[in-house]
């Protein structure tokens, strides 16, 4: 369970968003809209806890998560928009890798499965280098398969660059997540086909208008 | 967590394995100017042997620190270092998986290399021995204070200059008693005190720095 208390967040002058609260239980979607620059990837940079908020503060279990960061790392996977991938390293090594650091286990048979389900199974022994930019994004991807336990999700724009048969098979795995009861944070500027018990919204540029308002 | 330092290690290794060039830099570096030392100040043999430790050890010491701009960025640059972060093992772990890969790499071959440049200097055998050891205690400590010094610098725009001018400081004292040890030995005094300064700089390093390291990381990264 992830909680949000009156979150704000600046950056060098300008404030991008202030008294965000929510909840997030398992089960659950939280898809972050705005305009660009409106402050999405720092709103998911907060929730990892590589960005202090200005104000505020994020709970995960009733704890707040910059006490317990490893304990709070073990239960998140983040894909931002780099993908974090070493060009010279192949595709089963980059996944050897991030597995390894996630404390899952690292043996070469089921990182092929996972680069199988995303489809870039052909290029596992290859350097990353050398794959299209959406290749890419389908190795590091491939993380999600390997990480059903792993409860709560955090993706930054997970669909882009990616193809049609891509986008549908993250939706499956997106959508299995929510049904073993994991929870899932994303920002998208497409609409998300995944069926969740409750698809939550925040949208950045309604929440700054509103408070503005008031 | 030994596992996760594992995996570091072996992962900067294996990328420094597949990109040779840059580490036969630094060694070329230290090769060069040390070797050009003899041709331009003469082939006089006391006066080459007063100069041998500290011309070695500036050498190392350079060529140390020219490496230092590949410890972290690259990391940034392509996301690994968040992934780091989040990697739910202590990043001070990661960090010392990351010094310790750097010193393989950068320090380690310049000890290897040492004897035979200081042949270069005509220094006998013992005052060799003693180069050795001291480039073997005090490499290690120019690799983990260059890592405080690489992390505060991360993503900052001409970090190469602010790197020197942070970590030369702190090198100055190694410099010092490392090229001393060597002298020591050559004027018949022994070399131990220097040598267990060293340790003791190495000792302070490693508990310090990658604590200091992992601190900066996580403040570039905000």
């Known amino acids: ?125 290859l350097p990353t280098k050398i794959l299209s930019q959406g290749q890419r994004r389908r190795v590091a991807l491939a993380r999600l398969a390997l990480s059903p336990a792993v409860p709560l999700w955090i993706l930054d724009e997970p669909f882009s660059a990616l193809d049609v048969g891509a986008v549908s098979e993250l939706e499956r795995l997106l959508a299995a997540h929510i049904a073993s009861g994991g929870m899932v944070v994303l920002t998208t500027h497409q609409e998300v086909q995944v069926v969740a018990h409750a698809v939550l919204r925040i949208d950045l540029d309604v929440h700054t208008a509103a408070l503005l308002a008031a | 967590m030994i596992r996760a330092l594992g995996w570091v290690l072996r992962r900067d290794l294996l990328l420094v394995f597949r990109r040779r060039g840059d580490v036969v830099n630094a060694l070329v570096f230290f090769v060069i100017v040390v070797s050009l030392f003899p041709l331009g100040v003469g082939a006089e043999a006391s006066q080459l042997r007063n100069m041998a430790p500290g011309v070695l050890w500036v050498a190392a010491l350079l060529a ?90 991360l993503g900052v725009r001409g970090s190469g200059a602010l790197v020197a001018l942070l970590v030369l400081p702190l090198y100055v004292p190694v410099l010092i008693f490392g090229a001393g040890s060597v002298g020591a030995t050559a004027a018949g005094t022994g070399a131990e005190a220097h040598l ?15 604590w200091a390291s992992a601190a900066a990381l996580r403040i570039a990264m905000e």
């Open chain 1, 1 to 125: 369970m992830l909680e949000a208390r009156h979150l704000e967040c600046t950056r060098g002058e300008r404030r991008l968003f202030r008294d965000l609260s929510f909840k997030l239980g398992g089960g659950q979607l939280l898809r972050v809209a705005g305009a660009n620059g409106s402050g999405k990837t720092s709103l998911l940079r907060i929730m990892c806890g590589l960005l202090a908020p200005s104000a505020g503060e994020l709970r995960w279990r009733g704890r707040p998560i910059r006490a317990e960061r490893e304990e709070y790392s073990r239960n998140l996977v983040f894909i931002g928009h780099l993908n974090a991938l070493k060009d010279d390293l192949t595709a089963l090594e980059n996944l050897q890798v991030t597995a390894a650091l996630g404390g899952m286990p690292a043996d070469a048979e089921r990182m092929l499965a996972a680069l199988d389900r995303f489809g870039v199974a052909h290029c596992a022994e």
């Open chain 2, 196 to 210: 267990l300064l060293l340790g003791g700089f190495l000792a302070l390093a490693l508990v310090l720095a990658p």
């Open chain 2, 64 to 153: 140390c620190m020219l490496s230092l701009a590949r410890l972290f960025a690259p990391d940034h640059q392509d996301g690994t270092l968040e992934q780091m972060l989040l990697a739910g093992e202590p990043l001070v772990i990661l960090v010392m998986g990351k010094v310790i890969a750097h010193w393989l790499v950068s320090g380690l071959p310049l000890v290897l290399m040492a004897p035979l440049l200081g042949l270069q200097f005509d220094l006998p055998g013992d005052a060799l021995a003693v180069l050795c050891v001291s480039l073997l205690i005090g490499t290690p400590v120019l690799s983990l204070i260059g890592a405080v010094g690489a992390a505060l610098t």
